[in-house]
């Protein structure tokens, strides 16, 4: 699995979300908090997902959750849980994979693969302004709403912070 850095190129995507379809493209002049997370309805997704919702108004970003659920899940999820962002659909894993997002994963003595939970700030040139792999559900809001202020403050250019 190949882990992405600070200052390197988001990789560009485009997925069916539950606001139709979303592309990197259409972030670009904006800072974008995309998350992958392993499923909808889950204990840590959805604890999660809320802490993104009740942090998104002092964000200053657009928040994206992408998982391989389908539309009708992310739907249900996004509505049972008032969610004001996108969740995107990522069926086949591609873009995942293209995050370093997905890879081997251990539970219970069993190794797997899957999504790993996993964080990414992108400025709004399309640049991993920071990256978090196997973050934990509870806490991961916290630390991107600090890191995205500090960021945000220093003016964006990641190529002279990275």
Same mark, same amino acid.
């Given at each position: 699995?190949?882990?992405?850095?600070?200052g390197?190129?988001a990789?560009?995507?485009?997925l069916e979300?539950?606001?139709?379809?979303?592309?990197l493209?259409?972030?670009?002049?904006?800072?974008?908090v995309?998350?992958f997370?392993?499923?909808d309805?889950?204990?840590?997704c959805?604890?999660?997902?809320?802490?993104?919702?009740? %942090?998104?108004?002092?964000m200053?970003?657009?928040?994206? *959750?992408v998982? %391989? !659920?389908?539309m009708t899940s992310?739907?249900?999820?996004?509505?049972?849980?008032s969610?004001?962002?996108?969740l995107?659909? !990522?069926?086949?894993?591609? +873009?995942?994979?293209a995050?370093? %997002?997905?890879?081997?994963?251990?539970?219970? *003595?069993k190794?797997?693969e899957?999504? +790993?939970?996993s964080?990414?700030?992108? !400025?709004p040139?399309?640049k991993i302004?920071?990256?978090?792999?196997? #973050?934990?559900? !509870?806490?991961?809001?916290?630390? #991107?709403?600090?890191t995205?202020?500090?960021?945000?403050q220093?003016?964006?250019? #990641?190529?002279?912070?990275?």
């Amino acid at each position: 699995m190949t882990q992405l850095q600070k200052g390197d190129t988001a990789p560009t995507f485009k997925l069916e979300s539950t606001r139709g379809e979303i592309s990197l493209k259409d972030l670009q002049g904006s800072w974008t908090v995309l998350y992958f997370y392993p499923k909808d309805n889950t204990p840590g997704c959805t604890a999660q997902a809320c802490n993104f919702r009740d %942090a998104l108004p002092g964000m200053n970003a657009k928040v994206i *959750g992408v998982s %391989a !659920d389908d539309m009708t899940s992310h739907e249900k999820f996004e509505n049972d849980f008032s969610l004001p962002f996108p969740l995107a659909s !990522d069926p086949g894993n591609e +873009i995942s994979k293209a995050y370093g %997002a997905f890879g081997k994963k251990n539970m219970y *003595g069993k190794e797997y693969e899957g999504i +790993i939970r996993s964080t990414f700030i992108i !400025d709004p040139k399309g640049k991993i302004a920071d990256v978090r792999y196997n #973050v934990k559900a !509870d806490q991961d809001t916290d630390v #991107v709403q600090k890191t995205l202020l500090s960021l945000q403050q220093e003016g964006g250019n #990641v190529g002279e912070h990275a």
